[in-house]
């Protein structure tokens, strides 16, 4: 086995980079991309080989390997990252509990935040961004818009 790995480097390159390809996609689901890199060199040095450029030995072999890792990474860093979403979640801006009216439970102000229980979930209470009135228990309230597990709410007009 190992002689006919000696003979055949090329197409043990190839192996290599493909065994990594698909580690990097099945096992890490491009959750990190060392493997993507790792298997771009090993195919690129076993291509180098099987097409003469490169002599098929350990030493040009294991060279090439890194030094083609390398640069794919230095290459290919800039546009996977650019490609990546760092955005935060835009609000949602419609939901069916928009415009739910109740009766305050608790004193509610811009730094202090109350509690109410609608549909078996105890949702959070907060005052809309900009509103600084402190609304106090028994007040009516209307939810103005949504997040997870929070109500922004103001005052029934």
Known sequence: MIEYINENQAGFWVAVGFILLAAEV???????????????????????????????????????????????????????????DNSEPQKQLSSDLIGYRFVLEQDIAPMSAGKHRYSGVDWQVKLEEGDEATLVTGQKVVVSSVDVGIFYVKAVQ
């Open 26 to 84: 099945l096992v890490f689901g491009f959750g990190t991309i060392v493997f993507l890199f790792a298997g771009i060199g090993a195919i690129l040095t076993g291509l180098l080989m099987m097409s003469g450029l490169l002599p098929q030995t350990w030493i040009v072999g294991i060279s090439c390997f890194g030094i083609g890792t390398g640069i794919v990474s230095a290459a290919l860093w800039t546009p996977l990252r650019k490609m990546q």
